[in-house]
């Protein structure tokens, strides 16, 4: 069975441990050397960040997020291990892992890191199709040629080279299709390396719960639950046509990737039409302390991103989703393009104020769309806001200070609360 070592690169035929190096870290698959379709996701992308630039946090619990009334962004695996979630509120967080490091966020410093992940991946392929700052998805059909080795050997390179010359780890799921490719790199975190070829593909699925696929949230788990769906054995009884009059044009992709079946082709040139952030919280909350402490650093993940891509947006949308599962959109369109977090956390904090007696939430969202080039954004000043240009300009300036300096040279103070 052919197979490969991860740690140097050896090829070779099964056995327990690398004939070269002696590394046990092996990866052995009958189709290891033919599939091409992968999908990597960094390893608790912020805290391996924040590891990184502190090795006194090295083998400690660090959880990323606000002060005691905010809530988890991201938490290491070490804090995972005693139960910490991303969105759970921070009480909560420290009274499993009481002994964590809070660690307040740097999205600068993360778009940064996230950049030189992506020029690595951009050196084995012209096609790759981000997710978001910590995750893309590869095609690397014809690049052997190219390389001189098969796709697994230079995606094993690619989280050697990471944690070598970055200093942060990923995890790699090598599949036929998109679907796959996404599930395999959930199942060895963290640094893993999971393969599911097309022969095991039904195997593999029958037993396992629906809610691996993609997208299937609370409330489209319990619209499943209803119909006696768990499972994607479960699923394979449906007829296309039951599935569709039950669940519309979910049915459809439904019945398609419970057989394995995805047609999605990874692309490097799908035009971006928005940007946005959004967390499914453990508990509903109805705190407008902690649903405004999550706004704003929405706004400042959004905007980052935003000034990452060189774009800006035109409308800021607010979403919420109730307890009953029930959404809220509310749509703002601006006089003139922003990237700024300033603004878009303005409009949105204005945009909950309308909804604000709805709660509790169990979802929140910030984002912008009809998005223009940086170069039309906040040009002009606002007559009903005549301290608006002066924020603007504040935040450039600590975006020109942290270029220079650093990330965490300045931290606005609205982060500190």
Same mark, same amino acid.
């Given at each position: 069975?052919?197979?490969?070592?991860?740690?140097?690169?050896?090829?070779?035929?099964?056995?327990?441990?690398?004939?070269?190096?002696?590394?046990?870290?092996?990866?052995?698959?009958?189709?290891?050397?033919?599939?091409?379709?992968?999908?990597?996701?960094?390893?608790?992308?912020?805290? +391996?960040?924040?590891?990184?630039?502190?090795?006194?946090?090295?083998?400690?619990?660090?959880?990323?997020?606000?002060?005691?009334?905010?809530?988890?962004?991201?938490?290491?695996?070490?804090?995972?291990?005693?139960?910490?979630?991303?969105?759970?509120?921070?009480?909560?967080?420290?009274?499993?892992?009481?002994?964590?490091?809070?660690?307040?966020?740097?999205?600068?410093?993360?778009?940064?890191?996230?950049?030189?992940?992506?020029?690595?991946?951009?050196?084995?392929?012209?096609?790759?199709?981000?997710?978001?700052?910590?995750?893309?998805?590869?095609?690397?059909?014809?690049?052997?040629?190219?390389?001189?080795?098969?796709?697994?050997?230079?995606?094993?390179?690619?989280?050697?080279?990471?944690?070598?010359?970055?200093?942060?780890?990923?995890?790699?799921?090598?599949?036929?299709?998109?679907?796959?490719?996404?599930?395999?790199? $959930?199942?060895?975190?963290?640094?893993?390396? +999971?393969?599911?070829?097309?022969?095991?593909?039904?195997?593999?699925?029958?037993?396992?719960?629906?809610?691996?696929?993609?997208?299937?949230?609370?409330?489209?788990?319990?619209?499943?639950?209803?119909?006696?769906?768990?499972?994607? $054995?479960?699923?394979?009884?449906?007829?296309?046509? $039951?599935?569709?009059?039950?669940?519309?044009?979910?049915?459809?992709?439904?019945?398609?990737?419970?057989?394995?079946?995805?047609?999605?082709?990874? +692309?490097?040139?799908?035009?971006?039409?928005?940007?946005?952030?959004?967390?499914?919280?453990?508990? $509903?909350?109805?705190?407008?302390?902690?649903?405004?402490?999550?706004?704003?650093?929405?706004?400042?993940?959004?905007?980052?991103?935003?000034?990452?891509?060189?774009?800006?947006?035109?409308?800021?949308?607010?979403?919420?989703?109730?307890?009953?599962?029930?959404?809220?959109?509310?749509?703002?369109?601006?006089?003139?393009?922003?990237?700024?977090?300033?603004?878009?956390?303005?409009?949105?904090?204005?945009?909950?104020?309308?909804?604000?007696?709805?709660?509790?939430?169990?979802?929140?969202?910030?984002?912008?769309?009809?998005?223009?080039?940086?170069?039309?954004?906040?040009?002009?000043?606002?007559?009903?806001?005549?301290?608006?240009?002066?924020?603007?300009?504040?935040?450039?300036?600590?975006?020109?200070?942290?270029?220079?300096?650093?990330?965490?040279?300045?931290?606005?103070?609205?982060?500190?609360?």
């Amino acid at each position: 069975m052919p197979s490969l070592c991860r740690d140097c690169l050896h090829d070779f035929e099964t056995a327990a441990r690398c004939p070269q190096c002696r590394s046990p870290r092996v990866l052995s698959h009958p189709e290891l050397f033919d599939l091409t379709i992968a999908h990597m996701d960094c390893d608790a992308f912020y805290a +391996s960040v924040e590891k990184r630039d502190n090795p006194e946090l090295e083998g400690k619990p660090v959880i990323i997020g606000g002060g005691r009334r905010g809530v988890v962004s991201t938490a290491c695996y070490v804090a995972r291990i005693k139960g910490v979630k991303s969105a759970m509120p921070m009480f909560k967080a420290l009274q499993l892992c009481p002994e964590a490091i809070v660690v307040r966020g740097r999205m600068d410093r993360y778009v940064e890191v996230s950049k030189q992940v992506r020029a690595l991946m951009d050196e084995l392929t012209p096609v790759v199709e981000p997710l978001s700052l910590d995750e893309a998805f590869m095609d690397l059909t014809g690049t052997a040629r190219l390389h001189g080795h098969p796709p697994a050997v230079m995606l094993a390179r690619l989280v050697k080279r990471m944690k070598e010359e970055i200093g942060i780890t990923g995890s790699i799921g090598l599949s036929h299709n998109k679907f796959l490719a996404k599930v395999a790199s $959930d199942l060895d975190k963290p640094r893993g390396f +999971s393969v599911i070829g097309k022969a095991e593909t039904m195997d593999f699925l029958r037993p396992r719960p629906v809610r691996l696929i993609w997208g299937i949230g609370p409330a489209a788990q319990d619209s499943l639950d209803r119909a006696g769906i768990r499972s994607f $054995d479960d699923l394979l009884r449906w007829d296309l046509r $039951d599935l569709q009059d039950r669940f519309g044009a979910m049915g459809d992709r439904l019945w398609h990737l419970a057989r394995g079946q995805d047609a999605r082709r990874v +692309s490097a040139h799908s035009p971006v039409k928005s940007l946005s952030n959004e967390t499914t919280f453990a508990e $509903d909350t109805a705190d407008p302390d902690i649903l405004d402490g999550h706004i704003w650093r929405m706004a400042e993940k959004v905007s980052a991103r935003a000034k990452a891509k060189d774009k800006a947006g035109r409308v800021v949308t607010l979403k919420l989703k109730r307890a009953n599962h029930k959404g809220l959109t509310r749509r703002q369109s601006l006089h003139q393009p922003t990237q700024l977090a300033d603004t878009i956390y303005r409009t949105a904090r204005g945009l909950f104020e309308g909804a604000v007696g709805e709660g509790p939430f169990r979802l929140l969202g910030v984002g912008i769309s009809e998005l223009t080039p940086a170069a039309d954004a906040d040009r002009e000043g606002d007559l009903l806001d005549p301290d608006a240009g002066r924020r603007a300009e504040a935040e450039r300036a600590v975006d020109r200070i942290k270029d220079r300096f650093g990330a965490d040279a300045i931290l606005k103070g609205r982060a500190l609360r």
